[in-house]
Each structure stands twice: as structure tokens, then as C-alpha cells.
């Protein structure tokens, strides 16, 4: 399983990481800090990302679209609101910050949880 960490506060990047790769032993976790990175990232395959939605480069919203179409489970992690996630995306997990260990763990569970989805990458 690959994961993408999109958070440009390293100390929240690094506690997400810790807890994705304590729950998922496996993972190649990748963490970036802006949208350009995310999207360096996700030129592969992504099948998991966590990503804050305010970035020091902008909203992550487009790269979540594209994440979801291409076939990754996508999870906010944010200190945005929910209200604030345009129409489409509203299907995505959503944890605010401040969170806690469980609810990136039970977010985790979830989404391994789904059936598998078709992946395109062509649009990323």
C-alpha cells in the first residue's frame, strides 16, 4: 500500500506518519508539504492520502478530486471546516484538527475497510 501525508506543519506530518505506519506496517508512506509535492507523489500509484486542505501553495481540493477519481481513499485532515469542502468532495472522510489517535487509526480502518476502486492516473 502506498500512502501520501500532504501536511505543512512537519510536526503534524510526522505524528500522521507515526500512526499510519504503526497502523499499517507495510506502507511506503510518502510525506509532502505542498500540493506540487502531492502531485510528484501522486504521478504513481496512491491508494490512501491524508491530506490537510490549507496549504502553504493553496487549497488541496483539485488534488483530492484527482485522488478520489484515480482510485485513493482520501481523508482531510484539517484545521478547515467541513462546510468549507465544495460539493464533490463531500464523500471524503473528514477529521478536524486538533485529532486524535483513534480518529486517524478508525479513518485508517475505514478506508482499507472499502471495496477496491478502478484506478485512472492519466488525469493526475
Known amino acids: 500500500m502506498r500512502v501520501l501525508i500532504l501536511e505543512d506543519q512537519a510536526i503534524v506530518g510526522l505524528e500522521v506518519e507515526a500512526i499510519v505506519r504503526a497502523r499499517l506496517p507495510g506502507a511506503t508512506v510518502t510525506l509532502a508539504a505542498t500540493i506540487r509535492e502531492g502531485r510528484d507523489v501522486a504521478r504513481g500509484t496512491v491508494d490512501l492520502a491524508l491530506l490537510d486542505i490549507d496549504v502553504a501553495d493553496g487549497k488541496t481540493y483539485e488534488l483530492a478530486s484527482d485522488l478520489d477519481r484515480a482510485g485513493a481513499r482520501v481523508i482531510f485532515v484539517s484545521g478547515s471546516t467541513r462546510a ?19 480518529e486517524i487509526v478508525r479513518a ?13 492516473t492519466e488525469d493526475l
Not at 84 to 93: E, I, K, M, V
Not at 108 to 120: G, Q
Open 108 to 120: 485508517i480502518e475505514e478506508a482499507c475497510a472499502e471495496a477496491p476502486r478502478a484506478r485512472r
Open 84 to 102: 468549507d469542502t465544495p460539493q464533490g468532495l463531500t464523500h471524503l472522510a473528514f477529521i478536524s484538527k486538533p485529532f486524535s489517535h483513534f
